[in-house]
Nanobody, 122 residues
Framework: QVQVVESGGGLVHPGGSLRLSCAAS????????MGWYRQAPGKQRELVAT???????NYAGSVKGRFTISRDNAKNTVHLQMNSLKPEDTAVYYC????????????????WGQGTQVTVSS
């Protein structure tokens, strides 16, 4: 199957930067869209940024101009560069990959990582 693993979370002061990374592995036939969601305590999970296999990007209005999503198709990785971080960016960040597993060719499934904590605090 397909595994998705995030890394790079942590504690940062307001105005600081963090870079999240996510790698998809396993018996993958093809990966389509990848992206990031986040969930703050007591709130619903919300979209942060997405990127297609053709590197077309989409951002939530709250992060546009501060966050940049990128991907390396050869390595099945996606990254989220987060600049000018604010306390309201504090959340667990989840990566996803929409992929066809080799054993289920023709079926596209959204695979999720376990999440990585980002805390923005002084």
């Amino acid at each position: 199957q397909v595994q998705v693993v995030e890394s790079g979370g942590g504690l940062v002061h307001p105005g600081g930067s963090l870079r999240l990374s996510c790698a998809a592995s396993g018996t993958i036939f093809r990966i389509y869209n990848m992206g990031w969601y986040r969930q703050a305590p007591g709130k619903q999970r919300e979209l942060v940024a997405t990127i297609t296999s053709g590197t077309i990007t989409n951002y939530a209005g709250s992060v546009k101009g501060r966050f940049t999503i990128s991907r390396d198709n050869a390595k099945n990785t996606v990254h989220l560069q987060m600049n000018s971080l604010k306390p309201e960016d504090t959340a667990v960040y989840y990566c996803y990959a929409e992929a066809e597993a080799a054993v289920r060719a023709g079926t596209v499934i959204r695979y999720w990582g376990q999440g990585t904590q980002v805390t923005v605090s002084s």
